[in-house]
């Protein structure tokens, strides 16, 4: 009885059980100062046109760059009239005369689905009651042939960012994403394979709008629970509960009603540093780290205090280079 007790205890003793998503801003991954205004050339190979409008958009999305479509370059960029693609050479006096500052170029490295129908069988020996000896006679055989269906998907892009006014590669990268799943009556159904496609190439594009513009991602920040008997225990654990359900004002009402019943209360105090974290007021997050420390000293308070000081230092990169530039896009990149 009394170990039962001690489990129980333990059990919901404090600690940093759970873990919470937040959005936090991230830096650009490159140095994008003076680069404002950005054109994608399509892609060499297979959807590339598709795949820069996709890019395009993206980036447009992201509010950072001016968008600038290709038909506002001189003709010779789009010009028919070429048989070839225009030199890069060609390209960026194009751009520079359109005080465009930076051009991306695309590559289609693999675009590919493929099905392949796999068969099985099973032998199943069906014997019958016999006062003859022998057994081949008296035996038959059911074959059961199952079928599943394997769809298997590979994208592969390849682009460079390239500065207009010096020529210089700012950011190059080749990034590859696959799928593999198997669909048999018993399963989820897959996904069609133009939707495979999409997905394959939106997830390639993201990393490089990750790599060129600031962006939000999710980041994983652990929440606090108390010893039961602690004044305000229940109102973190029903805090807990509803952050997790992405109820995040109501998580905060509950830690403010632990607070206000106990000021020293730990566990509530750093929870609140998490909300704020998701706001995005790092002072606040801070002060509320600090005072949980100060509470309790306890290692995964100190570890989210320094997750919280390096998510602030990226904030203030990420707001540094956005300089408070709102992109715009050209109408024919809408409608390509």
Same mark, same amino acid.
């Given at each position: 009885?009394?170990?039962?007790? #001690? ?11 759970? &873990?919470?998503?937040?959005? +936090?801003? $991230? ?6 100062? /003076? ?45 028919? $009239? ?30 590919? +689905?493929? !099905?392949?129908?796999?068969? =099985? =069988? $099973? ?5 019958? !009651?016999?006062? !003859? ?8 055989? !059911? ?5 599943? #269906? ?16 010096? /020529? ?19 399963? &989820? ?5 133009? %939707? ?10 993201? $990393? ?10 999710? +980041? ?28 995040? =004002?109501?998580?905060?009402? *509950? ?5 206000? %019943? ?52 990226? +904030? ?10 709102? *992109? *715009? ?8």
């Amino acid at each position: 009885m009394k170990s039962a007790i #001690l489990f129980l205890i333990l059990a919901i003793s404090t600690g940093c059980s759970h &873990t919470a998503v937040v959005h +936090c801003w $991230e830096p650009a991954e490159i140095e994008v100062s /003076g680069m404002h205004r950005i054109v994608v050339t399509d892609f060499v190979g297979d959807k590339g046109q598709g795949i820069a409008g996709s890019l395009s958009a993206l980036l447009h999305d992201n509010e950072f760059y001016t968008i600038v479509d290709p038909s506002e370059l001189q003709s010779k960029i789009v010009s028919v $009239e070429y048989q070839d693609r225009p030199s890069m050479d060609d390209l960026i006096s194009s751009a520079r005369t359109a005080g465009v500052d930076g051009i991306i170029f695309g590559e289609v490295i693999e675009y590919d +689905c493929n !099905d392949q129908v796999l068969r =099985s =069988s $099973e032998l199943n020996l069906i014997t019958q !009651d016999s006062i !003859d000896d022998n057994l081949f006679d008296n035996t038959q055989f !059911d074959a059961q042939t199952n079928e599943s #269906l394997l769809r298997e998907g590979s994208v592969t892009l390849s682009f460079r960012l390239v500065e207009v006014e010096t /020529g210089e590669v700012l950011a190059a990268r080749s990034v590859n994403r696959n799928f593999s799943g198997r669909f048999d009556p018993d399963s &989820t159904p897959l996904p069609s394979r133009g %939707e495979l496609l999409h997905e394959l190439t939106e997830s390639c594009l993201q $990393e490089f709008v990750q790599m060129l513009a600031p962006h939000e991602r999710p +980041c994983e920040m652990s929440l606090a629970t108390c010893d039961f008997w602690e004044k305000g225990s229940r109102n973190v654990r029903a805090g807990v509960k509803w952050a997790l359900a992405g109820e995040w =004002s109501k998580a905060e009402e *509950s830690w403010q009603r632990a607070i206000e %019943e106990n000021p020293q209360n730990h566990a509530a105090l750093f929870n609140l540093s998490i909300a704020a974290t998701r706001r995005q007021d790092y002072f606040a997050a801070e002060t509320y780290a600090l005072d949980a420390i100060k509470a309790e000293h306890k290692d995964c308070y100190t570890a989210g205090l320094e997750k919280i000081r390096e998510r602030r230092k990226a +904030c203030e990169q990420a707001t540094a280079q956005r300089d408070s530039r709102v *992109s *715009s896009v050209s109408p024919a990149i809408l409608q390509r």
